[in-house]
């Protein structure tokens, strides 16, 4: 009973224990003083790993591999720069204001508060559940950072290297640590049933979203519908998708906060579904271009991966593969077709993919929940989930156009027009890609 209860939290009911919010009753009244599991927390090292491998070197390899190659260290310099910046804020405040409560509180609807600034009261003997709270904090924060890295995909080639810093910094404490709360560490869409168990609405509708704003924002690459802005090489994409499905077993099967029967079901749910996504969006795009592309393939399959990212712990398998099969065409459809009809600059598909699989994912998990897999899946339906994702889009999409303006205001947003064409590895770091 125990692990369903984690199940229908993910991760909030290891952190409650840690903040001591009132939701965590339930998950550890059988355990008064929960004590250190050693196969649990060699679980979740291994994941937190896997987890930060997701970005570095692979997130970093997939958008790299999919720039021009004039752009391209720029565009992998991003990924190790968010990966510095946001360890550096998470552990300063951003844990503690997704997972702590506000003074006098026993918790925020919105967001959480500061007794954990600094990482206070976190120690060597601290637990989270059965795992040290170092650990917990350290798989979150694996989180926390490929979210804003996966919104680079959205403005690559055309950002200012300043304001991709500031934007990160601003979007981490107002967008990610207020809707983390909401979600995993006892707000307004944990109260309100919503079920997320891996980061569909915390991770990918959130990035989506927040790209798609930037991708407005800033207009579209010089040149862009008249140059070829083919990917400079699809090896590193291929290289960097691979990593980023092995890491994925971390993310999803991770978000079972144990070494259970949970995260195995959780990561078989994964495989299918990615390979479901993958096949899917071959098929439309071999019909559609009489060609099936590597690029095709990839992008497949990271839209599977993030399908699958909410429902991972709730569904079956026969529902993950539904899932895949949804998330592959819904994403392709995101990709090309929605992107040629509004006519916007989405550089890496960061919207499409992440954004479009992400809803698809969040909005079935309401459908096909299997109180079977987790007892916390009863009761659930697409009208809640649908809630969940009306709030995150709303949210993000306001916070991050706020977050753009003051952007704009204080660095700027866009590079020159010379400095894109000459190309930002040697405009803004002075480097470049040699023959």
């Excluded at 697409?382 to 999409?397: K, L, M, N, P």
């Amino acid at each position: 009973m125990k692990h369903m209860t984690l199940g229908r939290m993910g991760r909030l009911a290891a952190a409650t224990a840690v903040a001591g919010l009132a939701l965590a009753g339930p998950a550890f009244a059988q355990d008064a003083a929960p004590t250190l599991d050693t196969g649990d927390t060699a679980w979740m090292l291994t994941s937190s790993l896997l987890v930060l491998m997701m970005t570095i070197p692979g997130l970093a390899l997939f958008y790299g591999g999919m720039v021009r190659k004039k752009n391209v260290i720029a565009t992998v310099a991003q990924s190790f720069a968010i990966t510095a910046l946001v360890t550096v804020l998470w552990m300063a405040i951003g844990y503690s204001l997704c997972f702590s409560t506000l003074p006098n509180e026993a918790g925020n609807q919105f967001v959480g508060g500061l007794e954990k600034v600094m990482l206070a009261g976190v120690g060597v003997d601290s637990l989270s559940g059965t795992i040290p709270e170092t650990v917990f904090v350290f798989f979150q924060m694996t989180f926390a950072i490929i979210t804003p890295a996966l919104i680079a995909g959205a403005y690559a080639e055309r950002m200012k290297f300043s304001a991709v810093l500031l934007f990160t910094a601003l979007w981490l404490i107002l967008v990610y640590a207020p809707l983390c709360h909401m979600v995993w560490g006892g707000g307004l869409l944990a109260s309100a049933g919503v079920l997320d168990f891996a980061g569909g609405t915390v991770v990918h509708i959130n990035a989506g979203v927040a790209g798609l704003v930037c991708a407005l924002f800033l207009g579209k690459r010089k040149g862009y519908g008249t140059e070829s802005m083919a990917p400079n090489n699809l090896v590193f994409t291929m290289i960097g998708a691979s990593l980023l499905w092995v890491g994925w077993f971390g993310f999803n099967a991770g978000s079972a906060v144990g070494s259970n029967g949970l995260a195995g079901i959780a990561m078989l749910n994964t495989q299918v579904a990615t390979a479901a996504a993958a096949l899917a969006w071959m098929v439309v795009e071999w019909f559609q271009r009489k060609k099936p592309g590597m690029l095709g393939l990839a992008s497949g399959a990271v839209a599977g991966l993030v399908a699958i990212t909410p429902a991972a712990g709730f569904v079956n398998p026969q529902g993950a593969l539904i899932v895949g099969i949804a998330g592959g065409v819904g994403a392709y459809l995101g990709s090309v077709w929605l992107k040629r009809l509004l006519k916007y600059d989405d550089s890496l598909d960061a919207f499409g993919v992440h954004g479009v699989a992400g809803i698809i994912g969040a909005l079935l998990t309401g459908v096909l929940a299997d109180k079977a897999i987790n007892a916390a899946g009863e009761g659930a339906n697409i009208v809640t989930q649908a809630y969940g994702v009306g709030v995150t889009i709303v949210f993000t999409g306001v916070m991050t156009s706020i977050i753009l303006l003051v952007v704009k205001f204080i660095t700027g947003l866009r590079v020159s027009e010379d400095a894109e064409t000459e190309g930002l590895d040697m405009a803004l770091h002075g480097e470049s890609m040699h023959e």
